[in-house]
């Protein structure tokens, strides 16, 4: 049986290589691996080029409209391309200018244009590229989770091929489209009961969990926090603020993605709150931008503050980051669960009260929620205060 896996970064590509890990020496499946954009770079190091793959390394799939592609992913390659992410450009610019062109050959130049900035990259739906890799791949299943653009279109095109498909729902079941694979996997039973109404009939749901957070816990539970602090010059006492930006998007009513929201709006705030509670604590903020996000946008935040340090994935590992942090800032991310899971507080923050915030599941406890940035800033605050005179502890996630 050939399972084909599709996934973006991150949280992503981490939970599908837990399964992939499990079954790829067992002789009752072969196994692909579609890594999308930093995807590679998360699991490079474990699998051969015969079962990685990259979508660059299809182009022969694509050689009457190669020129084209690679014209549209020139253009939109400073905007999108990280250099120090480790992504070669050629990567980049296959998958930008792939995404881009199926949108032109859907819409017509001009309105892609259009779409392309209002939306970015939140604009691609490739699925008549997708289409030709699966066709090309001819698996019995393909695997993805509940990232937009390559792995909602891949999903798409496994409907149309009539390729068995299965969904891993990595947070709470509150997606757009409403998740509609031949299989679908949930965290817990809640998460069940909520979909279970939104589904259509021909999709069934099952409770499995979700592996990547009992790895998160283990991995971070094996790191020596102290030895991490001492390299990075952190004393054992001081408080230490992981902050994880995002890009930030602007959700209709059915969580469908409007437009991509400038990241100073959120950002500028939430920084001007560190830098203001850094003259009353003594801590330290480690910055842990997005893998697919340009670490160069957070320079003018970080220059002429020492408290603030922003770390590379090489520098500083996930499990390192979430080990020698007490306390986590995010709008939205899977960073929070896995935190919290991890005993450290979580601060997930809306950025402006009038606009819904769209994961209900943790605007309560264990997490600290914020509606706007004077209430994160509050909460902020007063938590510090607690860590000083150590009176705080662990949040409570016996019900979560």
């Known amino acids: 049986m050939k399972l084909l896996f599709v996934a973006y970064g991150g949280g992503h590509m981490r939970l599908l290589h837990q399964i992939a890990q499990k079954v790829i020496n067992t002789t009752d499946f072969s196994v692909k691996i579609i890594a999308l954009t930093t995807g590679y770079l998360d699991v490079k190091n474990f699998y051969n080029k015969e079962v990685l793959k990259r979508p660059f390394d299809y182009k022969d799939l694509f050689h009457e409209e190669l020129e084209k592609i690679r014209s549209y992913g020139s253009q939109l390659l400073p905007e999108n391309h990280n250099p120090v992410s480790g992504l070669e450009e050629e990567d980049s610019i296959f998958y930008l200018g792939m995404s881009f062109n199926d949108l032109v050959v859907e819409h017509g130049e001009e309105e892609a244009w259009k779409m392309y900035n209002e939306k970015k990259r939140h604009a691609f739906l490739p699925k008549r590229s997708m289409k030709k890799i699966l066709e090309q791949e001819s698996p019995d299943l393909l695997i993805t989770t509940t990232s937009p653009k390559c792995e909602l279109a891949s999903l798409l095109a496994s409907k149309e091929l009539n390729i068995p498909s299965m969904q891993i729902i990595d947070l709470f079941g509150d997606n757009y489209p409403v998740p509609f694979a031949d299989h679908i996997i949930v965290l817990n039973k809640r998460v069940k009961?909520?979909?279970?109404?939104?589904?259509?009939?021909?999709?069934?749901?099952h409770a499995f969990g979700q592996p990547v957070f009992d790895y998160t816990v283990t991995q971070?539970?094996?790191?020596?926090?102290?030895?991490?602090?001492?390299?990075?010059?952190?004393?054992k006492t001081?408080?230490?603020?992981?902050?994880?930006?995002?890009?930030?998007?602007?959700?209709?009513?059915?969580r469908s993605i409007l437009k991509e929201l400038d990241h100073n709006i959120v950002n500028e705030p939430v920084f001007k709150i560190f830098i203001e509670l850094s003259k009353k604590y003594n801590f330290k903020l480690i910055v842990r931008p997005h893998p697919n996000d340009r670490a160069d946008k957070f320079s003018k935040y970080i220059s002429g503050n020492d408290f603030i340090k922003l770390y590379k994935n090489d520098d500083l590992s996930l499990y390192e980051s979430i080990s020698i942090s007490d306390l986590v800032v995010a709008y939205n991310s899977t960073i929070m669960i896995e935190s919290t899971l991890c005993?450290?507080?979580?601060?997930?923050?809306?950025?402006?009260?009038?606009?819904?915030?769209?994961?209900?599941?943790?605007?309560?406890?264990?997490?600290?929620?914020?509606?706007?940035?004077?209430?994160?800033?509050?909460?902020?605050?007063?938590?510090?205060?607690?860590?000083?005179?150590?009176?705080?502890?662990?949040?409570?996630?016996?019900?979560?």
Not at 238 to 254: E, H, K, M
């Open 193 to 205: 009961q909520k979909l279970e109404s939104k589904v259509d009939n021909n999709s069934n749901i």
């Open 220 to 235: 971070v539970e094996e790191i020596d926090r102290e030895a991490v602090r001492n390299r990075l010059g952190i004393s």
């Open 238 to 254: 001081t408080p230490v603020i992981l902050f994880s930006p995002s890009r930030y998007l602007i959700y209709g009513n059915n």
């Open 343 to 400: 005993g450290k507080i979580a601060f997930p923050h809306n950025y402006d009260p009038k606009e819904a915030y769209h994961w209900p599941e943790l605007m309560s406890e264990p997490f600290i929620y914020s509606k706007d940035f004077k209430e994160l800033k509050n909460n902020l605050d007063s938590v510090l205060n607690n860590l000083l005179i150590n009176n705080i502890s662990s949040p409570d996630i016996s019900t979560f």
